[in-house]
């Protein structure tokens, strides 16, 4: 399945007209949407009055958000970090499950100060915790824990990336004017999770896989069964967290 494919099917389970209304009125704002995707929130962005500029790595989601023909919108593919070198200015700064992608949050931020007008807003929604189910064996929890670290050490993700960016962003003297959890079909349910939902973490296990294999062999051996099993339970329960923060850039002193 390909990520546009993936990416299709997970707009449903989101929340986002909880979100929405935080970012105040956007008639005629600029907006850049870094980590855009399919381009699901730049339409959103777009019909809320914002004019949408759309950055990600991937030139496949890239031609497809293109494709769609998004008034007010336009798509480039390149690395986020690379935005700093353009000559632009916004007033707002969307950002979707992309910010766990850099585990040392202040890389990130460099790149929003350069094009992110002082008194702007950063929008920031991700998951915390996000194999943070239950109930599974010690040996998985403990596995979890691993790969937790592993991949802060070789700088691929932070899956516990709450507190960090919080941290990162008052240091940088942001001021925090939204701090809230978001309901979330797919990452934070209780009960069996549905056929769909199932396929969904299926799909992204099989990606992920092979990065368990890698780093952990014989010991990764059957997590994906049993995480799905944990999943499909009756008494499965989810200590994931989709959480969402707005923060304003500080004016020069």
């Not at 600029?30 to 962005?45: K, T």
Request: glycine residues 8%.
């Amino acid at each position: 399945m390909s990520r546009v494919e993936i990416l299709s099917r997970q707009y449903g389970w989101r929340r986002w007209s909880d979100v929405y209304p935080y970012l105040g009125d956007l008639s005629g704002a600029q907006v850049v949407d870094l980590g855009c995707g399919i381009g699901d929130q730049a339409r959103d962005l777009s019909r809320l009055g914002a004019r949408v500029f759309g950055v990600d790595g991937d030139q496949d989601v890239i031609d497809h958000a293109t494709s769609r023909g998004i008034p007010h919108a336009r798509f480039v593919c390149c690395d986020i970090r690379d935005i700093k070198d353009r000559e632009l200015k916004f007033e707002g700064v969307w950002t979707s499950f992309t910010a766990a992608y850099f585990p040392r949050f202040h890389v990130f931020t460099r790149s929003i100060d350069s094009v992110l007008k002082p008194g702007g807003w950063l929008a920031i929604t991700e998951v915390d915790d996000l194999f943070g189910h239950e109930p599974l064996h010690p040996r998985w929890s403990e596995l979890i824990e691993k790969y937790y670290v592993r991949s802060i050490e070789e700088d691929i993700y932070r899956f516990q990336s709450y507190a960090h960016v919080y941290e990162v962003l008052s240091q940088c003297g942001w001021s925090i004017h939204v701090d809230r959890k978001l309901d979330d079909d797919e990452l934070c349910f209780a009960g069996a999770a549905s056929s769909e939902i199932l396929e969904a973490w299926r799909t992204r296990l099989s990606f992920m896989m092979p990065r368990f294999l890698d780093r952990f062999g014989d010991e990764a051996m059957g997590f994906d069964s049993a995480f799905l099993e944990c999943l499909a339970s009756k008494e499965h329960r989810s200590r994931s967290r989709v959480w969402f923060v707005l923060a304003r850039k500080p004016f020069p002193s």
